[in-house]
């Protein structure tokens, strides 16, 4: 084993050498080094203000709903290991891919029926962009290769899923001449419980109607568009789109890859609306975040239109597809969550942040506090300083990740109600020194 590192020596190596999400190089702020993490608590190499624990208030993004070193996926990561860590997929299979894909049919909506098991959410969205195209193709409709998608939303950071970012000053704006040219609609008017606007489901119904020669599929995130604002909006504009797409022939992409396994109150956000898609995309908490793992369902009629055509294979194989250990978490967290009962910590965890953040609203930068599930969303009026804004959150205590005008948490279901607290006291001090 080679020395340990220092803190100092690992920043300075990390600076020289490690890209970080969005981040310049060489790298210019410190990043927090973290030695280990376990429960809800995520343990500093070095204290930072005295701190030497923080309470996760980000799931590692939307990811570790049970928080992390969990005795029962850890016992799955292990008895899988000593089977096989990894083999290729192609002219192979193996029974965690075998049980995980069966288990994601049985638990998603009817009639999705088939899986892609990919190896992170950007390329599971690739995948179902793939799918939607190529069945398009294959049954004799090649001029529909265009997707539609409202303003505002993320779907990752390669190239099909930069195209359907927000295209207004997102995250991909610089790339917007040389992406693939899709359709936005507006983003959809907020307030989960907000009547649905007879003039923007018009709009919806209008767009779809008019490019419907030339559209493959509609991809939205639903109920939350996460990322691109962590916006909420009615569940009845996905009745509206899942009408209009069957009306004019566009298929229709769910991507859960945020809002699955529980996290806004039904297993699925789609649950919500009742409608189902043609193709859905599922990463983040499929593995409890605990390995890099996606999936992409479809039903059985963009499959089979795939396998009536010239080229009648989804021409699509990355080397670590159905990783068997990712897929045996996969299924261990899978069978955690439903043993658990998410809702019953989803409600709860609920609860203490409509609580715990109701006190912000008082604050004179912020402009809505808004809850849903275990998310918790403080809108200011202005950008934080994002350096300044998380170590506001470290001296409470909190892991946060403020991110434009935007202080947010989505905690783990494991976390207690003192914890919970804990986290919207770090929400309201930040949004507090704004
Ligand atoms: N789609 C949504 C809705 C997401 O929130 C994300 C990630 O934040 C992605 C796609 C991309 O997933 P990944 O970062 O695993 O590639």
Redesign the pocket.
């Known amino acids: 084993m080679p020395e340990p590192l220092t803190a100092g020596e690992l920043l300075a190596l990390d600076k020289q050498h490690v890209w970080h999400p969005y981040g310049p190089m060489p790298g210019r702020v410190d990043p927090l080094v973290v030695e280990s993490a376990s429960g809800v608590r995520l343990r500093l190499a070095e204290p930072v203000d005295g701190v030497a624990e923080l309470i996760d208030g980000m799931s590692s993004?939307?990811s570790a709903v049970h928080g992390y070193n969990h005795p029962v996926l850890n016992e799955a990561a292990q008895q899988q290991l000593g089977r096989m860590s990894h083999v290729m997929f192609g002219g192979l299979t193996h029974e965690p891919a075998v049980r995980l894909a069966t288990r994601l049919v049985e638990i998603t909506p009817e009639p999705l029926r088939h899986v892609f098991l990919s190896d992170?959410?950007?390329?599971s969205?690739e995948v179902a962009v793939k799918m939607c195209l190529q069945y398009w193709r294959s049954v004799g409709r090649p001029g529909k290769q265009r997707l539609l998608t409202w303003r505002g939303g993320?779907?990752?950071?390669t190239w099909q899923?930069m195209s359907v970012c927000d295209p207004d000053g997102g995250m991909h704006a610089l790339w917007s001449g040389v992406l693939p040219r899709q359709i936005f609609a507006d983003a959809p008017p907020t307030g989960f419980d907000a009547e649905p606007d007879p003039a923007y489901v018009a709009h919806l119904r209008e767009l779809v109607a008019r490019h419907a020669d030339e559209l493959a599929a509609v991809i939205v995130?639903p109920v939350v568009q996460?990322?691109g604002g962590m916006r909420f909006h009615s569940p009845a504009y996905l009745r509206v789109l899942r009408e209009a797409c069957d009306e004019h022939g566009v298929l229709l992409i769910f991507?859960e890859?945020?809002t699955g396994f529980g996290r806004t109150g039904p297993l699925f956000a789609s649950g919500h609306a009742g409608v189902s898609p043609d193709v859905l995309?599922l990463?983040?908490a499929l593995t409890g975040g605990y390995l890099t793992m996606?999936a992409t369902l479809c039903t059985s009629r963009v499959a089979e239109g795939i396998s009536r055509g010239e080229v009648p294979v989804l021409a699509h194989g990355p080397t670590f597809m159905a990783n068997p250990l990712a897929a045996a978490i996969a299924n261990a967290s899978i069978d955690l969550l439903l043993a658990r009962d998410w809702r019953t910590d989803v409600k709860r965890i609920e609860a203490g942040l409509r609580e715990g953040l109701a006190g912000a609203a008082e604050l004179p930068a912020v402009r809505e506090v808004r809850v849903l599930g275990a998310i918790g969303v403080v809108e200011l009026d202005h950008d934080v300083d994002m350096a300044a804004a998380t170590r506001a959150a470290v001296r409470a205590g909190v892991w946060l990740r403020p991110f434009r005008n935007l202080v947010y948490t989505m905690p783990p279901y494991i976390t207690g109600d003192e914890d919970v607290a804990r986290i919207c006291a770090a929400v309201r001090a930040v949004a507090a020194a704004g």
Do not use: R
């Not at 992170?120 to 390329?123: L, N, R, T």
């Not at 993320?154 to 950071?157: K, L, N, Q």
């Open positions: 993004w939307w992170s959410g950007s390329v969205v993320y779907h990752g950071d899923p995130e996460n990322a991507d890859i945020a995309c990463g983040k996606a």
